[in-house]
């Protein structure tokens, strides 16, 4: 029996009483239910309506115009860059191509290979700021073949989707950028012994997302919803960018650059290649040596290094770029009404002693974060309107937070 006075809802009739809530219109009413689930439907038909516009190729940023955005975040690793940026520019350019003729460009995926803490994930999520199609960063470590513990390689496809509101369309043009690739190497010679679950069977499913092919996406990623529907997602024109430390891969560069001395003078020249400059010689057949796969490797043409950070970048990195660590710093005390300002002396402090312990680029936070602990506590409970960091005190708290026994022990 319907109440006389109730207000009910015109498109399920159900009363104010048995719903949560009932919206009066100007002709009638709807439920909190059917308005729910009336943005459902809306949202699938957008959706579907959605169209993908065709890139112009003009309004595309040249290559050298993607370098010089990349130097306002990425301090130094030039060749990095320029590889990058005209792998993108080409992305474009493939995206926006006419087919006119018999001749279909390619596309060339990139692996990165250089140590932690060089800028290589930061280079990526640069990129993917200014970019016009879709972009994700993933990690590979997590990746196992289907059917064990971890998740599938289709996953991978599940972070381009949710970049794009899962509009196919767009996810099929993006970017995706495979972190940690090096961790998926094959474990040993004769992977015929034990299951490689995480190493070759993953670069075995690689394959055909690399080179193009249409797989099956699980919208909510795994295996965690059986019962989901699958999205077909064609890789043809996705470009895969992979990055990865390869800890050790020296080894074989230097033990391939020795095997190419003939005669006396030859041994004198090449003999001693400086260690530190070794990865900028680094070549395909290094990461087969490495425990990659050939088809892999010959599914990413494009091989870049990046160079470990020396002193003066390592310095520049606390300053120059936009989102600077002392900038970010700057910031967080003058939200506070607190004029910040670190002395010379100090910042060459800061980088001496990321240096002294083989932190890297991520060293330098965490020793400001250790030097700035106190200052963040205790000045904004005083009224004082200005503090400058001095070496002085740079070393008395990382003495007091006993930072350089930890690292020691490291």
């Known amino acids: 029996m319907k109440k006389k006075d109730e207000l009910h809802c015109s498109f399920c009739g159900r009363g104010a009483s048995e719903v949560e809530l009932i919206m009066p219109g100007a002709e009638g009413c709807i439920c909190n239910e059917c308005a729910e689930q009336a943005n459902n439907i809306a949202r699938e038909y957008l959706k579907k309506a959605s169209k993908v516009e065709d890139i112009d190729i003009l309004e595309v940023p040249k290559p050298k115009e993607i370098k010089e955005y990349l130097d306002q975040y990425v301090i130094g690793q030039d060749d990095a860059k320029r590889y990058l940026s005209v792998a993108v520019y080409n992305h474009y350019k493939r995206l926006s191509q006419k087919v006119t003729d018999d001749v279909e460009i390619e596309k060339s995926n990139i692996i990165m290979v250089g140590p932690t803490g060089t800028g290589k994930t930061l280079i990526a999520k640069t990129i993917a700021k200014m970019l016009k199609v879709p972009f994700a960063i993933v990690d590979a470590t997590v990746l196992t073949e289907a059917g064990y513990v971890g998740e599938d390689i289709e996953s991978l496809l599940t972070r381009l989707l949710q970049a794009c509101d899962y509009n196919v369309k767009q996810a099929e043009r993006g970017i995706v950028f495979i972190d940690e690739i090096d961790k998926i190497a094959r474990k040993g010679d004769n992977p015929s012994i034990t299951r490689d679950v995480s190493g070759e069977g993953v670069q075995q499913g690689l394959l055909k997302l690399l080179e193009g092919s249409i797989v099956n996406v699980p919208p909510q990623g795994g295996r965690k919803h059986p019962e989901q529907k699958m999205i077909p997602v064609d890789t043809k024109n996705v470009l895969f960018i992979c990055g990865g430390a390869f800890e050790g891969i020296e ?44 088809e892999i490797v010959g599914r990413l043409p494009i091989l870049t290094n990046l ?6 970048a390592l310095r520049r990195i606390l300053t120059e770029p936009k989102n600077a660590i002392v900038k970010q710093y700057v910031k967080l005390m003058e939200m506070d009404g607190v004029a910040l300002s670190f002395a010379d002396e100090a910042l060459d402090c800061i980088v001496d002693k990321a240096i002294e312990y083989k932190l890297g680029a991520r060293g330098l936070r965490s020793i400001v974060e250790t030097i700035m602990v106190d200052v963040m506590y205790n000045m904004p409970s005083t009224k004082k309107k200005k503090f400058e960091v001095t070496k002085d005190y740079c070393l008395e708290q990382l003495e007091k937070a006993n930072f350089e026994a930890m690292h020691q022990i490291n």
């Open 307 to 312: 160079e470990p950070l020396d002193r003066d």
């Open 251 to 294: 080894r074989q560069i230097a033990l391939r650059l020795n095997t190419h001395v003939v005669g006396y003078g030859a041994a004198n020249k090449h003999s001693r290649v400086e260690r530190e400059r070794l990865l900028h010689f680094v070549a395909p057949q290094d990461l087969k040596a490495f425990g990659l796969i050939p």
